[in-house]
Protein backbone atom coordinates (compact mmCIF):
# COMPACT_ATOMS: atom_id res chain seq x y z
CA UNK A 1 0.00 0.00 0.00
CA UNK A 2 1.43 3.59 -0.92
CA UNK A 3 0.27 6.79 0.00
CA UNK A 4 0.53 9.93 -2.18
CA UNK A 5 -0.66 12.84 0.08
CA UNK A 6 -0.52 16.58 -1.44
CA UNK A 7 -2.05 20.09 -0.46
CA UNK A 8 -0.03 21.21 2.06
CA UNK A 9 1.46 24.85 1.85
CA UNK A 10 1.67 28.03 3.64
CA UNK A 11 -1.51 29.99 4.56
CA UNK A 12 -2.76 33.25 6.53
CA UNK A 13 -4.15 32.78 10.17
CA UNK A 14 -8.15 32.11 9.31
CA UNK A 15 -7.81 30.89 5.70
CA UNK A 16 -8.30 27.61 4.49
CA UNK A 17 -6.47 24.09 3.07
CA UNK A 18 -7.41 21.00 1.87
CA UNK A 19 -5.21 18.33 2.30
CA UNK A 20 -5.57 14.61 -0.31
CA UNK A 21 -4.45 11.55 0.34
CA UNK A 22 -5.04 8.72 -1.95
CA UNK A 23 -3.83 5.05 -1.18
CA UNK A 24 -3.04 2.47 -3.61
CA UNK A 25 -4.56 -0.68 -1.88
CA UNK A 26 -3.54 -3.28 -4.71
CA UNK A 27 -4.94 -6.48 -2.96
CA UNK A 28 -5.60 -4.66 0.70
CA UNK A 29 -8.43 -3.27 1.58
CA UNK A 30 -8.42 0.09 3.33
CA UNK A 31 -10.35 0.29 6.82
CA UNK A 32 -9.95 3.18 8.75
CA UNK A 33 -8.14 6.45 7.41
CA UNK A 34 -6.86 9.49 9.17
CA UNK A 35 -4.22 12.93 9.43
CA UNK A 36 -1.76 12.94 12.17
CA UNK A 37 0.42 15.79 12.63
CA UNK A 38 3.87 16.62 14.36
CA UNK A 39 4.73 20.33 15.13
CA UNK A 40 8.13 21.39 16.11
CA UNK A 41 9.35 19.95 18.94
CA UNK A 42 6.12 18.05 19.96
CA UNK A 43 5.23 14.66 19.48
CA UNK A 44 2.79 13.57 16.67
CA UNK A 45 -1.03 13.38 17.38
CA UNK A 46 -3.88 12.34 15.90
CA UNK A 47 -6.16 15.34 14.35
CA UNK A 48 -9.19 13.25 12.50
CA UNK A 49 -9.63 10.04 11.65
CA UNK A 50 -12.68 8.10 9.35
CA UNK A 51 -13.65 4.79 9.22
CA UNK A 52 -14.73 2.78 6.10
CA UNK A 53 -18.10 3.21 6.84
CA UNK A 54 -17.72 7.19 7.54
CA UNK A 55 -17.45 7.33 11.13
CA UNK A 56 -15.44 9.73 12.32
CA UNK A 57 -13.65 11.21 15.31
CA UNK A 58 -11.56 14.17 15.58
CA UNK A 59 -8.78 16.12 18.58
CA UNK A 60 -10.86 18.70 20.45
CA UNK A 61 -8.59 21.02 19.16
CA UNK A 62 -9.65 20.79 15.51
CA UNK A 63 -13.35 19.74 16.19
CA UNK A 64 -15.71 22.84 14.79
CA UNK A 65 -12.54 23.78 12.18
CA UNK A 66 -11.20 20.97 10.15
CA UNK A 67 -13.70 18.36 8.39
CA UNK A 68 -12.01 14.83 7.04
CA UNK A 69 -14.02 13.04 4.11
CA UNK A 70 -13.45 9.86 1.98
CA UNK A 71 -14.11 8.65 -1.38
CA UNK A 72 -14.47 4.63 -1.01
CA UNK A 73 -13.97 4.03 -4.59
CA UNK A 74 -10.92 6.13 -4.94
CA UNK A 75 -9.74 5.09 -1.06
CA UNK A 76 -8.59 9.01 -0.63
CA UNK A 77 -8.71 10.99 2.32
CA UNK A 78 -9.50 14.55 2.79
CA UNK A 79 -8.70 17.21 5.35
CA UNK A 80 -10.81 20.29 5.17
CA UNK A 81 -9.24 22.90 7.06
CA UNK A 82 -10.69 26.10 7.79
CA UNK A 83 -10.10 29.06 10.38
CA UNK A 84 -6.61 28.20 10.33
CA UNK A 85 -4.49 29.12 13.72
CA UNK A 86 -0.35 29.46 13.61
CA UNK A 87 -1.08 26.68 16.39
CA UNK A 88 -1.77 23.68 13.14
CA UNK A 89 1.74 24.23 11.54
CA UNK A 90 3.43 21.25 11.41
CA UNK A 91 3.82 18.35 9.55
CA UNK A 92 0.78 16.35 8.20
CA UNK A 93 0.29 12.68 7.44
CA UNK A 94 -1.84 10.60 6.31
CA UNK A 95 -2.31 6.67 7.67
CA UNK A 96 -4.10 4.00 6.33
CA UNK A 97 -5.31 0.94 7.87
CA UNK A 98 -5.28 -1.87 5.34
CA UNK A 99 -6.50 -5.44 5.75
CA UNK A 100 -5.96 -8.23 3.38
CA UNK A 101 -7.46 -11.48 5.18
CA UNK A 102 -6.46 -12.03 8.28
CA UNK A 103 -4.12 -9.45 8.17
CA UNK A 104 -4.11 -6.24 9.26
CA UNK A 105 -1.01 -3.53 8.65
CA UNK A 106 -0.60 0.53 8.94
CA UNK A 107 0.55 2.21 6.06
CA UNK A 108 1.85 5.96 6.48
CA UNK A 109 2.40 8.99 3.92
CA UNK A 110 5.05 11.05 3.20
CA UNK A 111 4.73 14.30 5.00
CA UNK A 112 3.16 17.35 4.03
CA UNK A 113 3.80 20.72 5.70
CA UNK A 114 1.24 23.39 6.71
CA UNK A 115 2.39 26.62 7.83
CA UNK A 116 -0.04 29.03 9.01
CA UNK A 117 1.76 32.67 9.04
CA UNK A 118 0.93 36.40 8.07
Known amino acids: VQLQASGGGLVQPGGSLRLSCAAS????????MGWYRQAPGKQRELVAI???????NYADSVKGRFTISRDNAKNTVYLQMSSLEPEDTAVYSC?????????????WGPGTLVTVSS
Open 95 to 107: KATARRGIDVYDY
Open 50 to 56: ITSRGST
Open 25 to 32: AGRFTINA
